[in-house]
């Protein structure tokens, strides 16, 4: 299975790489963009990435209030979404980056965010925070990127309270095959240019799109969702299948 760790071993992109080393290997592909990183988002998509993102926040209808908790989010884009739709909500950002956390603080810092955020180093296969204590978990292109996806699904039931929102929006796999090659060849060449010559680091942006070719497909991860004890499961395509947006429940 794609994404899947076996006889102690996990994809790493394209590479098989002892399960234990995965996490010291992302960690240093996002030290390494994390300045860039937002930029590069804009520019790898076109800026169409803003629109998936707001897709989610639809879905998530955060309200004043609630206690959200947004995993692999340190540059603050999606907790800032939330708390721009629902003042008065509280985020957790919760990354395993410290370089990512201190970008989005930083970037907080300066827009004159000062409250509503908090900010965590944490691993999502491990999450520091109690069992059924938040309304929503968010994860925005950062499943793909654990070493047991599974035990991170699993970590996103536990932390939710009955009755909160599970939304993972990741990159996924495109459903017209002619625009399947198109979207290929334009990963595997433009992609990794553009992180040398923006971000100073080709090998992170090869990581990152031969992570997407990894990940399992929509189908897969709906099943992986419902094994986790997450219920009314079910995902949208966006942008052809580019991106899905998955949903599920604790009840």
């Not at 955020?117 to 929503?136: H, Q, Y």
Request: with cysteine; charged share 25%.
């Amino acid at each position: 299975m794609a994404g899947s760790e076996t006889s102690g071993e996990a994809d790493f992109g394209y590479r098989r790489v002892k399960a234990e080393e995965k996490a010291r290997l992302v960690r240093q592909v996002f030290d390494s963009v994390a300045d860039r990183y937002d930029l590069m988002n804009d520019l790898m998509s076109g800026g169409v990435h803003r629109l998936w993102k707001a897709e989610l926040i639809d879905r998530l209808a955060p309200r004043p209030g609630q206690i959200l908790l947004d995993v692999a989010g340190g540059t603050g884009d999606i907790a800032e979404r939330i708390l721009g739709r629902a003042e008065g909500a509280s985020v957790v950002v919760c990354d395993v980056t410290e370089a990512m956390l201190r970008r989005g603080r930083d970037r907080a810092i300066d827009g004159g965010r000062l409250h509503g955020i908090d900010w965590v180093c944490g691993d999502a296969e491990n999450l520091p925070i109690a069992d059924a204590s938040v309304d929503g978990y968010t994860i925005a292109f950062g499943l793909r990127n654990v070493t047991h996806i599974d035990a991170a699904l699993a970590e996103a039931r536990r932390v939710l309270k009955p009755g909160g929102r599970f939304l993972c929006l990741e990159f996924s796999r495109v459903e017209a095959p002619l625009f399947g090659r198109v979207y290929d060849l334009y990963s595997f060449t433009v992609l990794p240019l553009l992180g040398q010559v923006v971000a100073g680091d080709r090998e992170a942006y090869q990581y990152l799109v031969e992570s997407i070719r990894r990940f399992p497909p929509q189908g897969e991860l709906a099943r992986m969702m419902a094994a986790a004890g997450l219920e009314r499961v079910d995902y949208r395509n966006l942008t052809g299948g580019i991106a899905a947006l998955h949903s599920g429940w604790r009840l």
